[in-house]
């Protein structure tokens, strides 16, 4: 059976929940073209990177987006408007002072509410049932779901009972685990008592947000996926994948 796009409308989609897009990074690795183009707007295939990860949330039934913005900030919300060119509606949580994943999450609580929602990396390309994800976030009650990618050649995918096939740390750090099994894919969903653990003004990494967590008891799962993965962070990398797309190994989403 032919495999069904990421970008394809999914027959499961979450009517209701917000996405958030952390663009607010300065990127110094693709300096100098990160000094005036920001991250998220770095074309491929003729358009921003970022366009990626939009369709990517619309194809869940998500079309309520927050972008959370710092560097050349006004730039990108000329560029993405309102989001009505791509069938969504964007908003954006500007930083003023850049202070992690963490920060910009709680930045951003006005704006997403106290529902469940889904965190992307601007960067991140991805084929991935994301409605599937959502479904497992919600049957099984998770306080936050991560979305792993797996080491080559390691065939696991969906659903992670972590106790018992990896250790905790490959899920809430930023580097793959010692075994080299799983790392992390830069989307998560969450749930909103995350905010109970991110002080106003704090600078507290998502790792160490994600361990107190556990600690307090909520319920953190993961989810291994078994599609493209690309992340577009160093100048080697964006060469990796504007290769790839030239040879037609990554998915294409549709314009809106």
């Not at 005036?36 to 990177?49: A, Q």
């Not at 369709?55 to 972008?67: C, E, F, P, R, W």
């Not at 003023?96 to 006005?110: D, V, Y």
């Not at 469940?116 to 009650?141: K, R, S, T, W």
Request: glycine residues 10%.
């Amino acid at each position: 059976m032919e495999k069904t796009s990421a970008y394809a409308p999914s027959r499961r989609a979450c009517r209701g929940l917000k996405g958030l897009i952390l663009a607010a990074t300065k990127c110094t690795r693709l300096m100098p073209l990160s000094r005036n183009v920001p991250r998220c707007l770095i074309p491929v295939n003729g358009r921003p990177i970022i366009h990626r990860a939009i369709m990517l949330l619309k194809s869940a039934g998500i079309t309520d987006v927050v972008i959370n913005t710092h560097h050349l900030a006004d730039r990108i919300k000329d560029r993405l408007g309102d989001g009505e060119k791509f069938g969504v509606s964007l908003h954006y949580a500007y930083e003023p002072t850049l202070g992690g994943i963490a920060a910009g999450l709680k930045r951003a609580h006005r704006v997403i509410g106290n529902e469940p929602f889904v965190v992307m990396n601007d960067c991140v390309i991805a084929d991935l049932d994301l409605a599937d994800v959502l479904a497992y976030h919600e049957e099984q009650g998770a306080d936050a779901t991560l979305v792993l990618r797996p080491a080559h050649g390691v065939r696991h995918h969906g659903p992670l009972d972590y106790d018992a096939e990896v250790p905790l740390s490959a899920l809430i750090g930023e580097a793959p685990d010692e075994a080299g099994f799983l790392s992390p894919s830069g989307i998560r969903v969450f749930g909103p008592r995350i905010f109970d653990f991110i002080p106003e003004g704090s600078t507290r990494s998502l790792a160490d947000t994600l361990a107190l967590m556990v600690q307090s008891g909520c319920h953190i799962e993961g989810y291994v996926m078994d599609g493209y993965w690309g992340e577009l962070n160093t100048w080697e990398r964006y060469a990796h994948i504007l290769w790839q797309v030239g040879r037609g190994f990554v998915p294409e989403p549709p314009e809106s």
